[in-house]
């Protein structure tokens, strides 16, 4: 059975896919990540307090379809499983990240606008 998706004022509103609700996505998901559902509430708070956007490039979120919890210091680098060391980000980005720390993330992605814009910009 589907639960009734409604936007309170101020709040983003959910776009999900169509296999659950945005209450039950989030506790599937802390399920996953935590081992408990019991971290839904603050998953979805913290997901409101992006705006329902990707932490890193700011892109609308679609809950079940293109997003996923981003280890902010990635657990190959000693970060922690902790509410307060995840972001939700595009799947598409989190590939991209893997294992960096944000600002090598954005180092990287800083090299390949410059890299091109130098090939689309028109020799002398």
Not at 16 to 32: G, T
Not at 76 to 89: A, K, P, Y
């Amino acid at each position: 059975m589907f639960h009734a998706l409604v936007s309170e004022e101020n709040k983003p509103s959910y776009t999900v896919s169509n296999q659950l609700c945005a209450d039950c996505y989030f506790r599937k998901v802390s399920y996953a990540h935590f081992g408990t559902k019991n971290h839904w509430r603050q998953l979805k708070d913290l997901f409101e307090s992006q705006n329902g956007r990707c932490a890193l490039s700011g892109v609308s979120l679609t809950l079940g379809v293109d997003v996923e919890l981003d280890h902010i210091k990635p657990s190959s680098r000693e970060g922690t499983d902790s509410l307060d060391n995840v972001q939700w980000v595009l799947c598409v980005v989190n590939r991209m990240k893997d294992h960096m720390l944000e600002s090598e993330f954005f180092g990287l992605v800083e090299k390949l606008y410059h890299t091109m814009k130098e090939r689309n910009t028109p020799s002398a």
